[in-house]
């Protein structure tokens, strides 16, 4: 079987990645996260998810299957990255509430037999619950969702934040859409379901 590398050292993409059952390794890439003048949220994703995958192509083994992924969001026109502060995750939260927000989750596979990247962005859209100032300042203590775009945990207590979600894979707005990353394994010759195989 061919090895699978995940350019990542999110505990979140980890655990989705997981839910193929299949051994893989992980390794926090070195890449600058700063957007390009001019840049879209759409260019900037799919951008920061190439250079990851490919930031691990010199210390993987030669046919690796590298995964990198990116995400970023979009309040009122503008690229939300990481809060990283409480202050800045309470900010961000206020300025969703009451509102749909998408999500722009890059996925890219590069392939060491074939030296190529496949990248794709998908979307996902959320609806925030008009949210009082206390839910919110609650929340960012409890879960202190200071390294996740947009500053929630959808896969925990950031649930209680939403009206309705809206995309074709939940595991999206985690980090790591999986149904479009089996479309790309597949396309690279390796599909999950017969992956002991390959």
């Not at 996740?148 to 009206?163: D, H, N, R, V």
Request: hydrophobic content about 45%; proline content about 6%.
């Amino acid at each position: 079987m061919r090895p699978l590398v995940l350019a990542s050292s999110s505990s979140s993409r980890k655990t989705l990645l997981e839910k193929f059952g299949l051994p893989f390794s992980a390794h926090a890439p070195d890449v600058d996260e700063t957007p390009l003048a001019g840049e879209s949220a759409l260019q900037l994703t799919e951008r920061l998810a190439i250079a990851k995958a490919e930031a691990l192509i010199a210390q993987s083994p030669a046919d690796a299957l590298i995964i990198g992924s990116d995400q970023v969001a979009l309040i009122d026109g503008q690229i939300v990255g990481k809060p990283l502060t409480e202050d800045n995750a309470i900010a961000q939260l206020k300025a969703q509430r009451g509102k749909a927000i998408t999500f722009y989750t890059a996925l890219a596979l590069y392939d060491g037999l074939t030296k190529r990247t496949q990248a794709l962005v998908e979307p996902f859209t959320v609806h925030f619950r008009d949210l009082t100032d206390d839910e919110i300042i609650a929340y960012v203590k409890a879960e202190q969702p200071l390294w996740c775009a947009g500053s929630f945990k959808s896969e925990g207590l950031g649930i209680c934040l939403f009206e309705r979600l809206e995309g074709r894979d939940p595991n999206t707005l985690v980090g790591l859409p999986l149904i479009a990353l089996n479309e790309l394994l597949i396309s690279a010759g390796f599909p999950v379901l017969l992956a002991k195989k390959c």
